[in-house]
């Protein structure tokens, strides 16, 4: 059995990864950077990729990494849900990573690890493991076709392209890539074309694809936590201090009843999405089914965690300058990444071989 807690190593990784987002990522900055034209924050990268190693967490030391596991890079995720910081630590450390190694590639692990480059998976954000349909096509080096919303696609540096044959890598500048409406800001999307831009093989078949795919949903239940915990937090902290007919809204009973119920389906989040990256850390055969139950039970958790923080908010709640939209909107984006609910409730029904109603 898998051991859920958190180690002393992962606290403290917590503590650093905190302060720094804290300092640097308040939600008012966060917000902020929603009405800008950068795909993502910089400095905040640079911060938290290269001053604090994070970016390298799962690549081997050999490599330029760390030499640590998905564990460390799942509570990393966990604070940056946390924070709904606007950084492609789950697109390029997580998604493209887990690619990179399935595929043995050593070239491009290095420069994602020190934070220098980002590289992107070109799948649709929706793309469900297991169910990727390849868009583009290559012929004497040469690639063409068209990818739709591809989350970070305007941060990107490279984009890694499945393709019928395999996987590759394509220098961003080569591809043609426009902005879509988003309705997370702090993780936007984009179109993304090639028109005989030069790639280069770095696996055959789809197997490195699923692999990537199959880690970022049992990974991405980690920064649905982070972000549920959050809501709770703030919401808790709110009707303490929010007066109605004088007493504290909190001590209504119909409200306790509510951020109780919170609390029990937060916990059990924490467990499935403990459980989910403790077989993606160690290579589990069950980690098909640990990520599903993941995915299927955590995008819930955190979008009803997020409707509760916006009305429990009151009229502040629904308002530009309250901090709840910004969580409401990432848990609605997080629900269809990798797959909704009902795509992986469907998965675990075959993985579990139980019959279709």
């Known amino acids: 059995?898998?051991?859920?807690?958190?180690?002393?190593?992962?606290?403290?990784?917590?503590?650093?990864?905190?302060?720094?987002?804290?300092?640097?990522?308040?939600?008012?900055?966060?917000?902020?950077?929603?009405?800008?034209?950068?795909?993502?924050?910089?400095?905040?990268?640079?911060?938290?990729?290269?001053?604090?190693?994070?970016?390298?967490?799962?690549?081997?030391?050999?490599?330029?990494?760390?030499?640590?596991?998905?564990?460390?890079?799942?509570?990393v995720l966990e604070e940056l849900g946390r924070a709904v910081a606007?950084?492609?630590?789950?697109?390029?450390s997580v998604?493209?990573?887990?690619?990179?190694?399935?595929?043995?590639?050593?070239?491009?692990?290095?420069?994602l690890a020190a934070g220098e480059r980002i590289a992107v998976l070109a799948v649709p954000f929706a793309t469900p493991p297991g169910d990727v349909a390849p868009?583009?096509?290559?012929?004497?080096?040469?690639?063409?076709?068209?990818?739709?919303g591809v989350a970070d696609g305007?941060?990107?540096?490279?984009?890694?392209?499945?393709?019928?044959?395999?996987?590759?890598?394509?220098?961003?500048?080569?591809?043609?890539?426009?902005?879509?409406?988003?309705?997370d800001m702090t993780r936007r999307l984009a179109d993304v074309a090639f028109s005989g831009a030069?790639?280069?093989?770095?696996?055959?078949?789809?197997?490195?694809?699923r692999t990537a795919l199959l880690t970022g949903a049992a990974l991405l239940a980690s920064e649905q936590l982070g972000l549920a915990q959050r809501c709770l937090d703030d919401t808790v902290a709110y009707v303490k201090t929010r007066y109605q007919f004088g007493r504290p809204v909190g001590s209504y009973q119909g409200l306790k009843h509510r951020l109780a119920d919170l609390w029990t389906s937060i916990t059990q989040a924490r467990a499935v999405a403990r459980y989910a990256v403790s077989?993606?850390?160690?290579?589990?055969?069950?980690?098909?089914?640990?990520?599903?139950?993941?995915?299927?039970?955590?995008?819930?958790?955190?979008?009803?965690a997020a409707e509760e923080c916006v009305q429990m908010h009151g009229g502040i709640g629904f308002t530009w300058e309250n901090s709840s939209h910004l969580f409401l909107k990432r848990a609605k984006a997080d629900a269809i990444a990798l797959g909704t609910a009902d795509?992986?409730?469907a998965a675990l029904a075959t993985l579990a071989d139980l019959p279709s109603a």
Request: charged share 20%.
């Open 95 to 111: 998604v493209a990573t887990a690619a990179l190694l399935a595929a043995g590639e050593r070239e491009l692990l290095g420069s």
């Open 279 to 304: 077989c993606a850390a160690s290579g589990d055969a069950d980690l098909p089914v640990a990520a599903a139950v993941a995915q299927a039970h955590c995008s819930a958790v955190a979008l009803k």
């Open 1 to 75: 059995m898998s051991d859920l807690l958190y180690s002393e190593i992962e606290n403290d990784l917590r503590a650093g990864v905190r302060e720094l987002l804290d300092d640097k990522a308040p939600w008012t900055g966060v917000l902020a950077g929603t009405e800008k034209d950068e795909p993502y924050d910089a400095a905040l990268w640079q911060a938290v990729a290269g001053q604090l190693g994070c970016a390298g967490l799962p690549v081997p030391e050999e490599l330029g990494g760390a030499g640590a596991t998905w564990r460390e890079t799942a509570v």
């Open 343 to 345: 795509r992986h409730r």
């Open 154 to 183: 305007l941060a990107a540096d490279v984009l890694l392209v499945p393709t019928a044959d395999g996987l590759y890598a394509v220098d961003a500048a080569d591809a043609a890539r426009t902005a879509v409406t988003s309705l």
């Open 135 to 148: 868009t583009a096509q290559v012929s004497d080096g040469k690639l063409t076709g068209e990818v739709a």
């Open 86 to 92: 606007p950084v492609p630590f789950l697109t390029s």
């Open 198 to 209: 030069p790639a280069r093989r770095v696996a055959e078949g789809g197997e490195a694809v």
